[in-house]
Structure formats: C-alpha cells, structure tokens
C-alpha cells in the first residue's frame, strides 16, 4: 500500500486509487487525484439535514439514498479497474439501477448527486464535479452552498448538458420532477432562526 503524496504517476487508475493506504480521502478525477478536506460541522449539519429527508421519501421505494464516503466510479460499462479513471466521494446520492450497486461502491452513474460545498471547494465542486458528472449522465446535480445557504438545481437535458434549473433559498420549496412526489423544503435545511 502507498501514500498518494509519495507516490509519483502522471495517470491514476481506479486500481492505483485502491491501493493507497494512508487514512486520508481522495478523488480521482480524469486520473488526477485529489486530496479532500474534512468536511466542516456546518457541512456536516445540512448533509444530515438533507440526507434525512431524501431516506424518508424513499423508504419502500426503489432507490436507494447514499452518504459519503462510498466510492462512485464513473465508468462505460465493462471496464476494468486499471481503465476506470474517475472515482468521487459525493456528499450524497441516490441510485435507482440496483444493477450498479457493488459492495465496495458504486459503478456508473447515479440519477442523483448532491454535494455541499464551501468557499474551499467551490471550484471544484462547481466546475470540475459538474463537469465529470455531466460527461457521466448523472440526471440531476444539487449544490449546497453552506456560506451563500442556496440550493442551485441542475438537470440533464435531451442533449446531454446540465440546464441550470433555478437558485433556491430557506424560503424555497421545490418539486423534483424526477421523482415525482418529492418535494424539498429548504427552510427545513437552512432554518431562520440560523440566518
């Protein structure tokens, strides 16, 4: 087992990333690797908030809702691990294809990724993440902003391209059209009273 930090590569592979062994997190991303921070308590805060809620919408349905760390790497079907060059910790998500569903993570992409993000990780989360997702075909991508407390919605259209869908804030209640029924109350994620 190896440290990233030591050691040297120009290209990581899914299977590199599976032997690092040093007791910190990482992203591969377009086979670079990125070390991530550990997440803050306000970060902490809204994920359970709005981890809470998408476990109770989808209790004794089809899809199932998961939290960080589990490792999801985007890939075209078949490929081995040494051709696998993409592998996130998204804060959250949820997958509908059971079919993906491995015990040591996720292979493909989910139907939703939700990532909260402070002024440390804005960049990436904002740009290189929404990126990889859309390449991926991941159908709906959510962006906390802890600071700003604003949800922003992005969906994948026909085309294959994020569509920016809106900016929510605490007094913000939206409807997610991919699952029908699902609703999220921002004011249950950013109270008032934390304004």
Known sequence: MVAATKKKKKVWSYADYCEIDDGKRYELIAGKIYAMNAPTTEHQRV????????????????????IAPVDVALR????????IFDVVQPDLLVVCDEKIIEKRGIFGSPDLIVEIFSPSTASHDN???RRLYEENGVKEYWLIGTEDRLI??????????YRYEEVYDSSSTFAVAQFPGLEIDCGKIFPKNQE
Do not use: M
């Open 127 to 129: 740009i290189r993440k």
């Open 76 to 83: 075209k079907k078949g490929k081995a691990d040494r051709e």
């Open 47 to 66: 994920c359970l908030k709005v981890a809470v809620l998408l476990y109770d919408f989808f209790q004794d349905k089809p899809c199932e809702v998961f």
């Open 152 to 161: 922003r919605v992005y969906k994948l259209d026909i085309d294959g391209h």
